[in-house]
Nanobody, 121 residues
Framework: QVQLVESGGGLVQPGGSLRLSCAASGFTFSMNVMNWYRQAPGKEREFVAS????????YYADSVKGRFTISRDNAKNTVYLQMNSLKPEDTAVYHC??????????????WGQGTQVTVSS
């Protein structure tokens, strides 16, 4: 079973930093692109960042470029999101995501339960 478990969220002041982690299992982690999405109150879920198979290829939403860094440790089956210079508008539930195929299921999106990030003074 595909499992994605996020951690590291919390309350931080504007300008502060936070590092999110997503522990993955149930699929071949190193063979899949990993992503972070977020959903703010009353808003649709939006893409934040993605990381290629070995972490060498990354892509970010314009809203977080220069502030967030996605990375991964394939030996630990974990993807990270380092968030710096946090703004109140970064407040959201952050979800780990993978689009993959496992035996017995179609290729599809899998989501973690999410971790809350609140940026407030």
């Amino acid at each position: 079973q595909v499992q994605l478990v996020e951690s590291g969220g919390g309350l931080v002041q504007p300008g502060g930093s936070l590092r999110l982690s997503c522990a993955a299992s149930g699929f071949t982690f190193s063979m899949n692109v990993m992503n972070w999405y977020r959903q703010a109150p009353g808003k649709e879920r939006e893409f934040v960042a993605s990381s290629g198979l070995s972490g060498g290829s990354t892509y970010y939403a314009d809203s977080v470029k220069g502030r967030f860094t996605i990375s991964r440790d394939n030996a630990k089956n974990t993807v990270y999101l380092q968030m710096n210079s946090l703004k109140p508008e970064d407040t959201a539930v952050y979800h780990c995501n993978v689009r993959t195929k496992v035996p017995g299921a179609l290729r599809q999106n899998y989501w973690g339960q999410g971790t809350q990030v609140t940026v407030s003074s």
